[in-house]
């Protein structure tokens, strides 16, 4: 969601925060802004729009500044604007936050404040917040008491850095609910909401736990919790490379992840098939191995993109382990009192690791005793590390705000959970072995489909003038159509629906006509001649088909006007493939439309909030 850099140490500051900035604009972007302390005043910058804004305002001013804390918003409480924009100050001026997440009792805390005399300019609940460690400021004198006691008075979620002019040799960062990250440097420091901001300076990282803050002086830092229980904390290496997020030639990240593809795939089954034994090995999962062999029922949960790959898991476990699943968006899940009983597990999935509803669901799990499994692309994640065991995808970051490289790793995951579940069940060597073999060819299939690139391009030209898309698909192609759906959504503003072909006739048949353009996923499965079928009652009613389908089928040119090819695999495999030509026909099309790609409207790429 929104981004929070801070530095202290030797190097320019506002260099170091603009940089930072610029790696975390990805997560929200309608606003940006930095303080730095300058000749032992506090200043601040701040600007609605992009970073680039920013830079513009700072623009012929040097600054010498060595320490400095900077935020990249994405509105929650009031519009973006400059005023809304953080960081927001006290009412003295001189201490200075930024903030991640939503301080839930901001309203009567606002009322306490005002009260009191305190005074406010922004709408925000962020500014409740930095008025009131000013309030305890004046009262303690003492920098990081005042942060302190100010956040046991908060409720809700937080992850903040102040500075301050009465105490300039310092940042605190706080968390609760929201991520951040500590890079330790040589007499440096770096916080940040995301490793991506820190990796260029340092790889040493603490990830604060929730309820802990830290003190960064400039030669050492110190962790306590928010009751002010001294704590410590081990130093993880964080172990990516700064290549992997830059664009390294491609037009935009999500251009760039797509074509990752045939690499995190693999990335994300490597070390884990034991091909001649025909199963899967995952270490992650050594944990709770018993719980595994006795589990009754599981439950997928997860949002946006990752709630998709679970639907894909239901179908992949039902079939291969006879194991009864059900999925549920997250956001449901957490509120709606869910049943869990002795054997049941509960499997979370999260690129990000940090979606606040997912996140809410896994401690809502937790609490009624479930062993919780994390499906899960970032390290050392709230989400990894709040759950009892789990699996990473390895698919590195991903930086485009549509999920797509995330979205087939998590399906090689769920496929080789599958397998592992299976082989511990009835599912024979035999069946272990085809499917081991078809997860290692999906590489170089993939690759055989992003050469047809240029195809999908042309495509999306000749279909860039619609307003509307149907997506259809069946059996384990019903979430690559919802997927396929959200993903021309998200970056290209154009109204789709995702759909199980066969639920057409039912209503969204209604919509077809000469000018609607529907995607059909129509591989060579078992179900092939139903969709072909459903895509017959499409033509004759002049509907506009694209299929995709499996590579030599000839049958289907006859039906539809457009066919985009994907090599065989096992019709579990499948979505894996499927749903490449799906990333790239909302990928062109967004560009043909002259959409911010990696930047859609209101959108944010991990969002923290509810
Ligand atoms: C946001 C992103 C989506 C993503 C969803 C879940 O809405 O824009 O792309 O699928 O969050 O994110 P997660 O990190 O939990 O997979």
New binding site residues.
Partial sequence: MCGIVGYIGKRNAVKVLINGLQRLEYRGYDSAGLSIVENGELVTFKKKGKVAELVKLLEDRNFDSTVGIAHTRWATHGEPSDINAHPHTDNSGKISIVHNGIIENYHSLKQMLISKGYTFVSETDTEVLAVLIGYFYEKTKDLEEAVRTALSEVQGTFGIAVLSSYEPDKIIAARRGSPMIVGIGENEFIVASDAAAIIQYTRQVIYLSDNEMVTLNRESYNTKTIDNVVTNNIIHLVDFDLSKIEKGGFEHFMLKEIFEQPQTIRDSFRGRLLVEEGEARLGGLLPVLDKLREVDRIIIT?????WHAGLVGEYLIENLCGIPVEVEYASEFRYRNPIIRKNDIVIA???????AD?LAAVQEAKQKNATVLGIV?VVGSSIARETNAGVYIHAGPEIG???TK?FTSQLVVLSLIALFLGRMRNLSKIEGIQIARAIKELPSQVEKILDKAEQIREIAREFSYSRNFLYLGRGYNFPVALEGALKLK?ISYIHAEGYPSAEMKHGPIALIDENMPVVFIAPKDEIYDKVISNIEEVRSRKGRVIAVATENDERITKFAERVIYVPDTLPMLTPILTVIPLQLLAYYMAVELGCNVDQPRN?????TVE
Avoid at 302 to 306: D, P
Avoid at 349 to 355: A, D, N, R
């Fill in positions: 997860g949002c946006g993109t990752s999935i999260s690129q990000s690791g940090e979606t997912t692309n705000v549509a999920s995330a998200e959108l944010a790429k991990s969002v």
